[in-house]
């Protein structure tokens, strides 16, 4: 039973434009969402994260935004810059020092 | 920011020997770590979680006998593959919680069983 879902195992997009990866998740509980960045054979960097009871969330030229009533939330990266390509895993936690659950990642492509 | 070491990065070891993965949190106090396995390009899985001073928590399926974890002080987390097989040929990754809402990662430790 996938918790978090990220539908799109790739995404290609052209240096300068946006990116927009999706996740979907089933649990309601959840009290945070956060998006994470992986190179291979790399530990996954925190990104950006919001909480449950907002619905955006910025940090220079990330931003996430959150529609709980679509259990649904998106990651928006512009402008899109070749660096940003990797691997990209949505995750979310209920409160307290609780485990990350994770979706499968999207594989961005930022092609220059 | 919220640092954690993990050792090796990578090891290869023969089938029915034993290896022991470290995770240090190098600025903060890790009161709980959490272990993550990675199957090529697949999800993180988690497997285990430990808390500094108890028995592991461990996930459905995962053989606590196989997996051995200790959290013997606040800044140190091991797991300990016993008697490895090349199935359990993985990317295996701690992550503890810090200060903010995004929990700090290890590098990972790639393990190969031959």
């Known amino acids: 039973d996938q918790q978090v879902k990220q539908n799109s195992p790739s995404l290609s997009v052209q240096e300068g434009r946006i990116s927009i990866l999706n996740c979907d998740y089933t649990n309601s509980m959840f009290d945070y969402f956060l998006w994470y960045k992986k190179y291979p054979a790399e530990g996954p960097t925190f990104l950006i994260s919001i909480s449950s009871i907002k619905d955006k969330n910025e940090d220079g030229r990330f931003t996430v935004f959150l529609n709980k009533s679509a259990k649904h939330l998106s990651l928006h990266i512009v402008p899109s810059q070749p660096g940003d390509s990797a691997v990209y895993f949505c995750?979310?936690?209920?409160?307290?020092?609780?485990?990350?659950?994770f979706g499968k990642g999207t594989r961005l492509s930022v092609i220059a | 920011g919220a640092v954690v070491s993990q050792h090796p990065s990578r090891v290869i070891c023969k089938s029915g020997t034993s290896v022991k993965i470290e995770c240090r949190s190098l600025d903060f106090q890790a009161t709980t770590m959490f272990w993550y396995r990675q199957f090529p390009k697949k999800s993180l899985m988690l497997m285990a979680t430990s808390n500094e001073g108890s028995k592991a928590t461990y996930e459905q399926g995962v053989e606590k006998d196989k997996f051995l974890i200790n959290h013997a002080s606040l800044t140190l987390s091991t797991l300990t593959v016993t008697s490895a097989h090349p199935e359990d040929s993985s990317f295996y990754i701690c992550?503890?919680?810090?200060?903010?809402?995004?929990?700090?990662f290890g590098s990972g430790t790639r393990l190969t069983v031959v």
């Open positions: 992550s503890a919680p810090g200060t903010g809402d995004g929990y700090t």
């Open positions: 995750a979310a936690r209920k409160l307290g020092n609780t485990p990350l659950v």
